[in-house]
T-cell receptor, first 115, second 112 residues
Framework: DTAVSQTPKYLVTQMGNDKSIKCEQNLGHDTMYWYKQDSKKFLKIMFSYNNKELIINETVPNRFSPKSPDKAHLNLHINSLELGDSAVYFC??????????????FGPGTRLTVT | DAKTTQPTSMDCAEGRAANLPCNHSTISGNEYVYWYRQIHSQGPQYIIHGLKNNETNEMASLIITEDRKSSTLILPHATLRDTAVYYCIVRRFTGANSKLTFGKGITLSVRP
């Protein structure tokens, strides 16, 4: 039973295309996130959703649009893909609670390559 | 959130303790110290976190100095599978607005 799953694992596409990455968590968490890890291995948060509401949007281009149909899913749609979008995208989830205990559980990542 | 400083890399022998240092001299009173690690080609994994007191779980121990300006993550018996990038993160807990800001981390290499 995978706690946080992402599909697809690999995605190769051409510039200008539109693509989506799906994320599902079966942990019953109320908060989900998208992170981007670029070629230099820096891991940066993009979005977070809490109970299907957008909480964090870290100056991500409008071409990126997250969608949360329910608490267990957070999908990432990318329009007009550019070369610079090539990266590994990680989904994560957590259960926000008191005392700072909200460890995030990460998915296996989706490696996006734009050619 | 306060910044952290970690060495770029370190290594240790299999079976020995790995002590990973982290400096966070500008930490404020309501900020927690978190440790995550990322094994090659996998998503980051939560290890441990603490506020003031030392903490221990099944994976590691976290030692926080009394002035809270630095901490050490201890893997008591390192194995080859512990080879990874370890991230020390300091953050305030603000509920759903909390976010993890990853730095460069320290690359731990466990040698046979």
């Amino acid at each position: 039973d995978t706690a946080v799953s992402q599909t697809p694992k690999y995605l190769v596409t051409q510039m200008g295309n539109d693509k989506s990455i799906k994320c599902e968590q079966n942990l019953g968490h109320d908060t989900m996130y998208w992170y981007k890890q670029d070629s230099k291995k820096f891991l940066k948060i993009m979005f977070s959703y809490n109970n299907k509401e957008l909480i964090i949007n870290e100056t991500v281009p409008n071409r990126f649009s997250p969608k949360s149909p329910d608490k267990a899913h957070l999908n990432l749609h990318i329009n007009s893909l550019e070369l610079g979008d090539s990266a590994v995208y990680f989904c994560a989830s957590s259960q926000v609670s008191r005392g700072g205990r909200d460890e995030q559980y990460f998915g296996p990542g989706t490696r996006l390559t734009v050619t | 959130d306060a910044k952290t400083t970690q060495p770029t890399s370190m290594d240790c022998a299999e079976g020995r303790a790995a002590n990973l240092p982290c400096n966070h001299s500008t930490i404020s009173g309501n900020e927690y110290v978190y440790w995550y690690r990322q094994i090659h080609s996998q998503g980051p994994q939560y290890i441990i976190h603490g506020l003031k007191n030392n903490e221990t779980n099944e994976m590691a121990s976290l030692i926080i100095t009394e002035d809270r300006k630095s901490s050490t993550l201890i893997l008591p018996h390192a194995t080859l599978r512990d080879t990874a990038v370890y991230y020390c993160i300091v953050r305030r807990f603000t509920g759903a607005n909390s976010k993890l800001t990853f730095g460069k981390g320290i690359t731990l290499s466990v040698r046979p």
